[in-house]
C-alpha cells in the first residue's frame, strides 16, 4: 500500500464471536464510499442501587459492572456520482450502466438504495445460520471493533425529480462484543485464586464482595471466618477485610 492511498472503513461479519476467519459470513464486507468524519465511544459504569444513609448529603454507591462499550458512526451513501463507489455490486451496475448508455438512471433506481440493503444485510438482518443478526468487526486504519448493531437509522437527503433517493446517510450504533478468551483475560485481577485486600466502605455487604470475588454470595461466611469477623452484619467503614484463595469442590 502507497502512503498516499486512502484506507476506507470496512464492516466483516462473522457468524461466531471467536471472530475467526473460518467463520467469516460469504460477501459479508462492506466498505464505506467515504470515510466517516468522526465517530464517537461510549463509555458506561452501573453501580448496585442502595439507600443513602439519613442525614447524609451523598455516599459512596457500591460498583456492580462496566458495561459493554457503544461506538457510534454516521455514514454516507451517494448515488449522484460525485462520489466513486466501493461496493462490488454497485461498481457492476455501474459498469454496465456506462456500457449502455443508461448511467444516471441506474444511478438514480439503484445505486442507494442497493448500497444501503447490503449493508442491512450485513449489519441488521437475521443470519439464518446463526438465527440472529451477525457479529461485526469494524476496521478503519488503528480501529478495530468488534460488535453487533445496536440501532441505526437512515436520513435519506436527497431525490431526483421523480422522488427518488440520491444520497443519505445512515446513524449507526454499535455494542461491544468481546471475542471469545478476552474477557476471561480482562477479569485476571478478580481471580479467586489471588488474594485480595479490600477496605470496607459504607453500605459494603459480606455477600455482595463474595460474589464479585468468587461469583457466589454464599462464600460470605468463608470470609467472615477467615478474617475473624463478629459483627461481620454490620461492617465498620475503614476495616481491612481479606479475600483469600478458596478451594472449589471437585
Excluded at 457492476?92 to 444516471?104: P, V
Excluded at 461481620?232 to 484463595?245: H, I, M, Q
Amino acid at each position: 500500500m502507497s502512503s498516499g492511498e486512502v484506507v476506507k472503513l470496512k464492516i466483516t461479519a462473522f457468524k461466531s464471536p471467536a471472530f475467526d476467519d473460518r467463520k467469516k459470513v460469504g460477501e459479508g464486507e462492506f466498505t464505506v464510499q467515504a470515510n466517516p468524519t468522526n465517530y464517537s465511544i461510549s463509555y458506561s459504569v452501573q453501580y448496585k442501587n442502595q439507600a443513602q444513609a439519613s442525614g447524609t448529603s451523598g455516599y459512596d454507591p457500591s460498583w456492580d459492572k462496566n458495561t459493554p462499550k457503544k461506538m457510534s458512526f454516521e455514514f454516507l451513501f451517494d448515488g449522484t456520482g460525485a462520489i466513486p463507489l466501493n461496493n462490488p455490486d454497485a461498481i457492476k451496475l455501474e459498469e454496465r450502466a456506462r456500457k449502455k448508455d443508461f448511467f444516471g438512471a441506474v444511478l438514480e433506481d439503484l445505486s442507494v438504495e442497493l448500497q444501503i440493503r447490503q449493508f442491512e444485510a450485513i449489519v441488521f438482518n437475521v443470519n439464518g445460520d446463526i438465527h440472529a443478526p451477525n457479529y461485526l468487526q469494524v476496521n478503519w486504519g488503528t480501529l478495530s471493533f468488534t460488535c453487533r448493531l445496536e440501532n441505526m437509522t437512515i436520513n435519506y437527503k436527497m431525490f431526483s425529480k421523480a422522488g427518488k433517493p440520491l444520497r443519505a446517510t445512515i446513524n449507526a450504533s454499535f455494542v461491544e462484543v468481546m471475542p471469545d478468551g478476552r474477557e476471561a483475560k480482562k477479569r485476571k485481577n478478580r481471580s479467586p485464586d489471588i488474594t485480595e485486600m479490600h477496605t470496607i466502605k459504607a453500605g459494603d455487604k459480606l455477600p455482595d464482595l463474595a460474589e464479585l470475588k468468587y461469583g457466589d454470595p454464599y462464600y460470605y461466611l468463608a470470609v467472615a471466618q477467615a478474617n475473624k469477623l463478629i459483627q461481620f452484619r454490620n461492617l465498620t467503614a475503614g476495616e481491612k477485610v481479606f479475600l483469600y484463595p478458596i478451594q472449589r469442590p471437585v
